[in-house]
């Protein structure tokens, strides 16, 4: 099992190597030395699974060829990789809908399975039919959509809707939330100069 779990996590990596490098934005310049400097040492995680993970096969025919291999390789090792959640029941701000339906994978950042200080980045599902209230944090933080989409909500900017192959980038401390539509959600996600899992504040 070791050994399944550490090819699902090599593999993702080195998708999420390729993917950044290719992906020409210039809101992602600055995020790229962190993914390109991040530990070889690998540190193990216990797989777990959360029912996010029943979105992304259906989600394989919303994402276009710039970004599908990402969500079948997520696919294919949904069972091989540690699915966490930031939130519980006593944020308040947080739907019941959401939280039995949304769930992200890390692949660098502090708690492994690639140990990064300096960015967080993974997958995220979100399911259909879910508001992501507004909140903030200290961290930098983009998004790219891979499959499905959400309206996006940013703080001094007009509603903007999101759909596979778009960026959507969060400045620090930046009022944000989005609300999906029909679909579930796949997004490719960075944070630079804080952990996903770091205080954050509902407005």
């Known amino acids: 099992m070791t050994a399944l779990i550490k ?22 310049e600055h995020f790229k030395p962190g993914i390109a400097e991040w530990s070889d040492d690998w540190q193990g995680v216990s797989a777990t699974r959360l029912p996010a993970a029943d979105f992304l096969a259906a989600s394989l025919a919303s994402a276009p060829p710039q970004t599908k291999p990402m969500v079948e390789l997520l696919a294919r090792h949904a069972d091989d990789v540690k699915w966490e959640q930031t939130y519980t029941k006593a944020d308040t701000a947080i739907s ?7 769930g992200f994978v890390e692949v660098i950042g502090s708690r492994g399975p690639f140990v990064s200080e300096q960015v967080r980045s993974g997958i995220g599902v979100y399911g259909p039919g879910i508001g992501y209230p507004p909140h903030q944090h200290k ?13 996006y909500r940013l703080d001094g900017q007009p509603p903007r809707y999101a759909k596979p192959g778009d960026l959507v980038f969060v400045p620090s401390m930046l009022t944000h939330g989005f609300y999906t539509g029909d679909e579930a959600m796949v997004v490719y996600y960075i944070w630079h100069d804080g952990d996903i899992r770091d205080f954050y504040t509902f407005v």
């Open 139 to 151: 961290a930098e933080e983009i998004y790219i959509v891979l499959a499905g989409g959400a309206e």
């Open 96 to 102: 019941e809908k959401m939280l039995a339906s949304y």
């Open 7 to 28: 090819q699902a996590d090599l593999e993702l990596r080195d998708a999420i190597q390729a993917f950044v490098a290719g992906f020409a934005h210039p809101d992602l």
